[in-house]
């Protein structure tokens, strides 16, 4: 038995609660993961797992061999990436999911800077603007917008992201321009929709202007659930638009969009970068969230909070 093989076939069963789910990810038969556990339990001489048809749980005693297993197999990670000379660089495989217009407009163009940092690092990025479930697609960490519900993950918040009300100008000529957001309330406006991933539907934004604030959701004919399909809708001329400004301004600045409302102020979205709890953070994760922080600096700060 290879015990380094059997403690990350061990952590990954605890972490996807699945034998096949952990032997996918591993690039592993499902009988051999099963072997290694079984091999690893009779070493130990210790249940580390208990097995029904449906769920695999970890044992009081398999629960803290985890926390033991986890924190080893990051020392080793660290120890192979801190030796001296040509190996001091972070590397590895870095599994990221990312929101698409982020993806597009600010990350991927920006990843020459980081490869040439760190050209021993392996990126695998999904880009989607789905729900991400951590564990179970074993993914390392996930940038999203707005505020984190699942509040078991551990989270670094990395940007404030500036948001207005933009239109296309064939969209204006056809239905006019609003002049107050409650018109968009009016049978004659739309917006176009967003489907949030958490909720499968549409959501109202607020505005406030001084100690008027407001609730909007409109009309939709049209609503997506990707970044992208979005701001080409618009584009389009399908509805008004509710955008962040790092991907609304350039469209502006060729008079693609025209901004609206703009006495009004919409709360900034916040951007985090989120990973696994209970889990020792790589140096390859580390510098990767050190990376994002200091690119999100350029294009949307995180607003100091007053101290309460």
């Not at 050209?119 to 989607?128: C, E, L, T, W």
């Not at 917008?145 to 989270?155: F, K, N, R, T, V």
């Not at 989120?274 to 700060?301: C, G, T």
């Amino acid at each position: 038995m290879d015990r380094f093989d059997a403690m990350q076939a061990f952590a990954r069963v605890v972490e996807a609660g699945s034998f096949t789910k952990a032997a996918e990810t591993l690039h592993m038969s499902k009988t051999t993961v099963t072997q290694l556990i079984q091999q690893l339990e009779a070493r130990l001489r210790v249940k580390l797992l208990n097995r029904t048809t449906r769920k695999v749980n970890v044992t009081a005693d398999g629960a803290i061999y985890y926390e033991r297993v986890i924190s080893l197999l990051a020392d080793l990670d660290d120890a192979e990436t801190g030796l001296s000379g040509a190996t001091a660089l972070p590397r590895g495989r870095l599994r990221v999911d990312v929101p698409s217009p982020l993806a597009r407009l600010i990350l991927i163009p920006a990843l020459p800077d980081f490869h040439q940092r760190y050209p021993d690092i392996q990126i695998d990025m999904g880009v989607s603007d789905r729900i991400v479930d951590i564990i179970d697609e074993n993914v390392d960490c996930v940038v999203r917008g707005g505020e984190l519900l699942d509040q078991s993950l551990m989270a670094r918040r990395v940007a404030d992201l500036q948001l207005g009300v933009f239109a296309a100008p064939s969209y204006l000529a056809l239905a006019g321009t609003p002049m107050h957001p409650r018109e968009l309330e009016d049978s004659h406006h739309r917006v176009v929709g967003f489907l949030w991933a958490r909720t499968g539907k549409p959501v109202p934004y607020a505005l406030h202007n001084g100690s008027e604030h407001l609730q909007i959701k409109g009309r939709h004919v049209l609503a997506v659930d990707d970044g992208n399909a979005y701001l080409a809708a618009g584009l389009a001329g399908m509805g008004v638009l509710w955008l962040p400004r790092y991907m609304a301004d350039p469209h502006a600045a060729r008079g693609e969009l025209v901004p609206l409302f703009e006495d009004w102020q919409l709360k900034p979205m916040p951007l985090y970068v989120a990973y696994p709890p209970n889990r020792h953070v790589s140096l390859k994760l580390r510098v990767f969230i050190d990376w994002i922080i200091e690119l999100m600096a350029q294009h949307a700060p995180v607003i100091a909070r007053p101290a309460e």
